[in-house]
C-alpha cells in the first residue's frame, strides 16, 4: 500500500506541476494508494474541481484513511519526539497515519517527512 502525500495530489490533478512524473511513476506501480484524511482535508484547502475529486478518490483504492485515536496518539508522540515545530503538526499526522497501515508515503517533499523515518516511516525517494 501507498499512501500519497498532498504534493503528490496535487500532481496527479494538475498536468503543469512539476512532479507529475513522479505520480506516474507511482500510478505505473500498479500498487493500491491511499491517502490519510490529513491529506484529504490539506488538498481540499485550495480550489478542486470536483470532478476532479471525484476521479481521484476513485484512483484512491486503499481510500481515506481516517484519522482515528490510536493515530492521533502516534501523531501526538511524533510531533512531541521531533520538536514540537508547530510547521511539523500536520506532517506528524500524515506520517503517523501512514504507520499506522504499515504503508509507505509517497511525497515530493521527501525532507518534511524525514524526521520521521526513524520512527518506522517509509518514504518513497523521488528521484
Given amino acids: 500500500m501507498i499512501h ?13 506541476d512539476a512532479h507529475v512524473s513522479f505520480a506516474k511513476r507511482l500510478l505505473s506501480r500498479g500498487q493500491p494508494m491511499a491517502v490519510s484524511a490529513c491529506v484529504w482535508s490539506e488538498f481540499h484547502s485550495r480550489p478542486v474541481d470536483p ?11 486503499g481510500g481515506i484513511v481516517s ?3 490510536a493515530t492521533a496518539r502516534l501523531a501526538g508522540e511524533l510531533f512531541y519526539l521531533t520538536g514540537s515545530n508547530r510547521r511539523t ?17 509517497a511525497t515530493a517533499n521527501p525532507g518534511d517527512f524525514r524526521p520521521f523515518v ?10
Fill in 4 to 16: 500519497l502525500d498532498t504534493s503528490i495530489l496535487i500532481a496527479v490533478s494538475d498536468p503543469s
Fill in 51 to 61: 470532478l476532479h475529486a471525484k476521479v481521484l478518490a476513485r484512483l484512491l483504492e
Fill in 67 to 69: 484519522f482515528d485515536e
Fill in 89 to 105: 503538526q500536520m506532517d506528524a499526522m500524515i506520517a503517523a497515519t501512514a504507520i499506522q497501515a504499515g504503508a509507505e508515503l
Fill in 118 to 127: 526513524r520512527f518506522g516511516l517509509s518514504v518513497i525517494p523521488s528521484k
